[in-house]
């Protein structure tokens, strides 16, 4: 059955951009959105974006618009997330999802989800 | 933006008993083609949240029977007939209408 898998660098500095990566095994990512949501610990679900699996369909969440790129390379079955300027409000833990879709612009639900990684940038 | 409030945040349940969680968003989530774009989560202790019931009404595969949900437009309910043990954890709605927002998570623990 299709599965993610999150990597990431686990500590980041203040300032600097944080790559995250999410791989998916055991199935396509054709006809699927893809997406990135985190949780800081002890606390809720944050939306940040998510993408068709031909690279359109893009949404972000509105409050981290300016600082997320969010990509995908189907010839590698893999996502990517990038967050700029981070700052110790970014420590999470991120979860990569796969969105199920009526059609490119449109998600109805995240059916999957990798067990997440979790990522410190220290004060 | 589209608020999610949740009721209540703390839910204690004893096993074989029936619990029920409310969802209420600050818009309807009721889409032009008929669909509720209301998804309900479980977080169990220590792993990712795993998809219970989408589009308001619709158990998601390998879910219990026990498991059910309804409501229309900003009022929805996650209800589970008879609460088992392995059901302990905390329990977001998400919305995809608009965005994607989540609910504060109601917390189930087992008396």
């Known amino acids: 059955q299709v599965q993610l898998q999150e990597s990431g660098p686990g500590l980041v500095k203040p300032s600097e951009t944080l790559t995250l990566r999410c791989s998916v095994s055991?199935?396509?990512?054709?006809?699927?959105?893809w997406g990135w949501i985190r949780q800081p610990p002890g606390k809720g679900l944050e939306w940040i974006a998510y993408?068709?699996?031909?690279?359109?369909?893009?949404k972000k969440n509105p409050s981290l618009k300016s600082r997320v790129f969010i990509s995908v390379d189907t010839s590698k079955n893999l996502f990517s997330l990038d967050l700029t300027s981070v700052t110790a409000a970014d420590s999470a833990i991120y979860y990569c999802?796969?969105?199920?879709?009526?059609?490119?612009?449109?998600?109805?639900?995240?059916?999957?989800w990798g067990q997440g990684t979790l990522v410190t940038v220290p004060s | 933006e589209i608020v999610m409030t949740q009721s209540p945040l703390s839910l204690p349940v004893t096993p074989g008993e029936p619990a029920s969680i409310s969802c209420r968003s600050s818009?309807?989530?009721?889409?032009?083609?008929?669909?509720?774009?209301l998804n309900w989560y479980l977080q169990k202790p220590g792993q990712s949240p795993q998809l219970l019931i989408y589009?308001?009404?619709f158990r998601a595969s390998g879910v219990p029977d026990r498991f059910s949900g309804s409501g229309s437009g900003t009022d929805f309910t996650l209800k589970i007939s008879r609460v088992e043990a392995e059901d302990l954890g905390v329990y977001y709605c998400?919305?995809?209408?608009?965005?994607?927002?989540f609910g504060p998570g109601t917390k189930l623990d087992i008396k």
């Open positions: 055991g199935g396509s990512m054709r006809s699927y959105h």
């Open positions: 999802a796969r969105g199920v879709t009526p059609m490119a612009d449109d998600l109805y639900y995240f059916d999957l």
């Open positions: 589009l308001g009404s």
């Open positions: 993408i068709y699996y031909n690279g359109g369909g893009t």
């Open positions: 818009q309807s989530l009721l889409h032009s083609h008929g669909y509720n774009y």
């Open positions: 998400m919305q995809t209408l608009q965005s994607i927002t």
